[in-house]
């Protein structure tokens, strides 16, 4: 048995994607043999978070007790050093394989109620591929007898084909950021970027740049879509696009990961809402009993 589960293979074209049983988890994606995500292979656990789906919450949530609909949740600790929970509780979990085409594969989960987030939901989670890359969906369903609170998130890591990520340009289409604490934690603000270090805007070099910071305020196309983009120095391009039910983008450059990641590749997080926030209530979805919400993101290499 691999450490994560059932190896879900799909393809399109040139494409090739292969999505794990544990947690959901994007494993590898690649266009004509070319990585499109910096994956990880069938004999390792994913480490930094590597393609894994992110829900109740996606990064870290303070490990105080919150409450909401009379329910108290106390997450347990992920982080020592920040005493947080990080990155939800489902993606070292089983989910059930829904169903699988050439191009499409469908992976569930019902999530039940425990101490860290005592409420029930499934979660469906949908990857496609076509003309337009590869198309992630998830479906969120409130399973309980109260309103449900969430916030769900994604870390995919864009892909570059040299060792590491310098000379690469990045080009993030946020007009503000959300400062946070020694914890990692909102101080409660959202700072605009222009002009400064994190203003990412235009795109420049990530030479000398270190990122771990939650952007939000997007700019969008006529479609809704917020697009992300890192061309390697070799001029080989990587989109990634949000929907309007993605208002931030938590964007890593890796700096601290060890096991030979280093810089070796930019996670550009799709998220709902911010850190904390089934505790600050910032831009929690909020499901009465029976209703669903869906979001989707996607990303290519660009033609």
């Given at each position: 048995m691999?450490?994560?589960?059932?190896?879900?293979?799909?393809?399109?074209?040139?494409?090739?994607?292969?999505?794990?049983?544990?947690?959901?988890?994007?494993?590898?994606?690649?266009q004509?043999g070319?990585?499109?995500?910096e994956?990880?292979?069938?004999?390792?656990?994913?480490l930094g978070?590597?393609?894994?789906?992110?829900?109740?919450?996606?990064?870290?949530?303070?490990?105080?007790p919150?409450?909401?609909?009379?329910?108290v949740?106390?997450?347990a600790?992920?982080?020592?050093?920040?005493?947080?929970?990080?990155?939800?509780?489902?993606?070292?979990?089983?989910?059930?394989v829904e169903?699988?085409?050439?191009?499409?594969?469908v992976?569930s989960?019902?999530?039940h109620?425990?101490?860290?987030?005592p409420?029930?939901?499934?979660?469906?989670v949908?990857?496609?591929?076509g003309?337009?890359?590869l198309?992630?969906?998830?479906?969120?369903t409130?399973?309980?007898?109260?309103?449900?609170p969430?916030g769900?998130?994604?870390?995919?890591?864009?892909?570059?084909t040299?060792?590491?990520?310098?000379?690469?340009?990045?080009?993030?289409?946020?007009?503000?950021?959300v400062?946070?604490?020694?914890?990692?934690?909102?101080?409660?603000e959202?700072?605009?970027?222009?002009?400064?270090?994190?203003d990412?805007t235009?795109?420049?070099?990530?030479?000398?740049?270190e990122?771990?910071v939650?952007?939000?305020?997007?700019?969008?196309?006529?479609?809704?879509?917020?697009?992300?983009?890192?061309?390697?120095r070799?001029?080989q391009?990587?989109?990634?696009?949000v929907?309007?039910?993605?208002?931030?983008?938590q964007?890593?450059?890796?700096?601290?990961?060890g096991?030979?990641?280093?810089r070796?590749?930019?996670?550009v997080e799709?998220?709902?809402?911010?850190?904390?926030?089934?505790?600050?209530?910032?831009d929690?979805?909020v499901?009465?009993?029976?209703?669903?919400?869906?979001?989707?993101?996607r990303v290519r290499?660009?033609?």
């Open positions: 691999l450490p994560s589960g059932e190896q879900i293979a799909i393809a399109h074209g040139d494409q090739r994607a292969v999505v794990t049983e544990v947690g959901a988890t994007l494993r590898t994606y690649v004509g070319v990585p499109v995500i994956g990880f292979s069938g004999d390792e656990v994913p978070g590597h393609g894994q789906v992110l829900f109740p919450w996606p990064n870290r949530l303070g490990v105080e919150w409450s909401f609909a009379d329910r949740g106390q997450p600790v992920d982080e020592l050093s920040e005493a947080a929970g990080v990155h939800g509780l489902v993606r070292w979990r089983p989910f059930r169903s699988v085409n050439q191009n499409r594969c992976l989960l019902l999530l109620p425990s101490p860290a987030y409420f029930a939901a499934s979660i469906d949908a990857y496609h591929l003309a337009l890359g198309t992630v969906t998830t479906t969120v409130n399973r309980d007898e109260v309103p449900l969430f769900l998130g994604f870390h995919p890591y864009l892909a570059v040299s060792a590491t990520i310098e000379g690469a340009t990045l080009a993030i289409p946020a007009r503000g950021f400062p946070v604490n020694e914890r990692h934690l909102p101080t409660g959202i700072l605009p970027v222009a002009g400064g270090e994190l990412f235009s795109a420049k070099s990530v030479n000398g740049h990122l771990d939650t952007y939000t305020d997007l700019a969008r196309d006529d479609y809704g879509l917020a697009t992300t983009t890192l061309v390697d070799s001029g391009a990587v989109d990634l696009s929907d309007r039910n993605f208002p931030y983008l964007v890593y450059t890796g700096d601290h990961l096991h030979g990641r280093r070796t590749a930019v996670a799709p998220m709902t809402c911010p850190p904390d926030a089934l505790r600050s209530g910032k929690l979805v499901l009465e009993p029976g209703q669903h919400w869906a979001g989707s993101w290499r660009r033609p």
